[in-house]
């Protein structure tokens, strides 16, 4: 490791996905990334044009190569996507500007493209014409491509890695991050986000180390260069020294030992030491989860997100593709419950590439999300729910509504439900008739009618993630206001009892779905509320078992019936703190993992 002359950096951000990883960086920079910007002398100039044109050349061979493995793998059609952006690099007009620019302001000719290309994407993008504001997705994927070799940096793509990387990004988009390598990620680590950002779920579902919030930590980093992760206590350590290494790989062993310690335990029946039964599903994005949810002695899915099978292919998976994963999914639990929650795109996880389904949004998290998305494009969605009540004939499925925000919206998605019944039917295809249909309770309106929303609804599902952000408003991703993101908020806290109650007054179950269910400290307060079933990240179930066969229910319950009377957040989360830690320190299990 000749990178051992440089001192180490020592840098600290939010602890997201446990473990420790040693190795180089593969640095990942999304779009907005900061260009240089630099003045050129005059004579200078023409080298800079110069450098623009082989990048021009580098990337039109880029895209060619691209274009012809789509082709070969997914057919001409999908392919033709990319004729669109050759021409982008043929725009005459495009490249005159930037070069104009560099003559006006002297500045580099990075900086001069970026900022032409800018004012191309945002004059498409108001252009009220589909096929002009397609125009803009083309602009800003190989702008980006063109920029990137302009900067000398490796071309991004995730999902070939050439060997183990630490992936060091300034963001990593829900795209990216589904589209990872799995078999060579060692770690993410990424300046932004937070706990509930989408990198750090797709990173503990992998169960590899992630830190987030890291500010700048892009900027201190290039390729190659020797981090060590450390995603117990949210560090990452550049160029790490050799007594470093000595300390963590002792605690890496150490840490090991433990997990082995809690996947044994948590082959054990999950029951509280008073003899309630608690259920602990998992939370999946892709059917090759199987194993580790079994692993990890799941008791079925809790969620399935489904968006992630549109975010990480070029092409809309069809109908039949659908069923096939669903099915899968169905069938591999030996009879347990799968959840299965229809398209949650937009916010974070916006469908690139497809400019006519979805245009960019000022303010994506109040925006085209989830159920709004599918009620205005209902072939798609008809598709997906024929798919999921197909699926409903091999195996215990349940299907439940992202976003509800209202009875009105619960309905039109039930009568979209029903058509697909019919359908079906007509065409002699089997499907489960009782397949229970479950609401989700996200946004604070869902949350305040709970009762009127459980009359039409087999289940809930608590999304915190969201409930917290719209209910706090804190952005569930901005890293600069995550402190502010308190789930032992009482408004929080009032809020789940008052939905749990309404539930269960129609006689119906409760569980909670976000990342919230997986975080042990808060597992003896969701319970104590009378939440039925928490569904989390496969990895984070071992020790939320290891927890609920370490308490009394009957004293879950006197604390969350105290946590509502308090008014301080810190006091609600101190007080729970010392309640699990003193549970899991007798097994030497840490408390946050
Ligand atoms: C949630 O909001 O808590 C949730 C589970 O949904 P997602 O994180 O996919 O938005
Ligand atoms: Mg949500």
Known sequence: MEERAHNEIVLEGVAASSGIALGRVFLHIQSDVSIPSYHVDA??????????????LTTRQQIQKIQSEVERNLGADEARIFDAHLLVLEDQALIGETIREMESSGLNIEACFHKISQRYIKAF???????????AGDIRDVAQRLLQNLLGQAVLNLSKLADKRIVVGNDISPSDAAGIDRSNALGVVTDSGSKTSHAVIVARSMRIPSVVGLRDLTKRVQNGDWVLVDGYEGKVIIHPSESTLFVYGKLRKEKEGQQQRLIDASKQPCVTLDGVKVTLRANIEKSDEIGLVKECAGDGVGLFRTEFLYLSVTHLPDEEEQFDTYRAVAEGFDGSQVIIRPLALGGDKPLLGHADLFPQESNPFLGYRAIRFCLENRDLFKQQLRAILRASAFGPVSLMYPMISGCEELARANEILEECRVELRKKRIAFNENMPIGTMIEIPSAATIADLLAR??????????????????????????????????????????????????????????????????????????????????????????????????????????????????????????????????????????
């Open 125 to 135: 993008d108001e252009i009220d014409d589909e096929y002009l504001r397609e125009r």
């Open 456 to 593: 039409d609804s087999d289940f809930f599902s608590i999304g915190t993630n969201d409930l917290i952000q719209y209910m706090l408003a804190i952005d569930r991703v901005n890293d600069r206001i995550a402190h502010l993101y308190e789930p032992t908020h009482p408004a929080i806290i009032r809020t789940l009892r008052h939905i749990i109650d309404a539930a269960h007054k129609e006689g119906i179950k409760v569980s909670v779905c976000g990342e919230m269910a997986g975080d042990p400290i808060y597992v003896p307060l969701l319970l104590g509320l009378g939440v039925d079933e928490l569904s989390m990240s496969p990895p984070l179930i071992p020790a939320a078992k290891y927890l609920v066969r370490a308490l009394n229910y009957a004293d879950a319950k006197a604390m969350a019936e105290k946590a509502l009377t308090m008014e301080s957040p810190k006091a609600i989360y101190a007080m729970f703190e010392t309640f699990c830690r003193k549970r899991l320190d007798v097994a030497k299990i840490p408390l946050v993992d």
């Open 43 to 56: 004579p200078m100039r023409q080298a800079e044009v110069a450098r623009l044109e082989q990048s021009l």
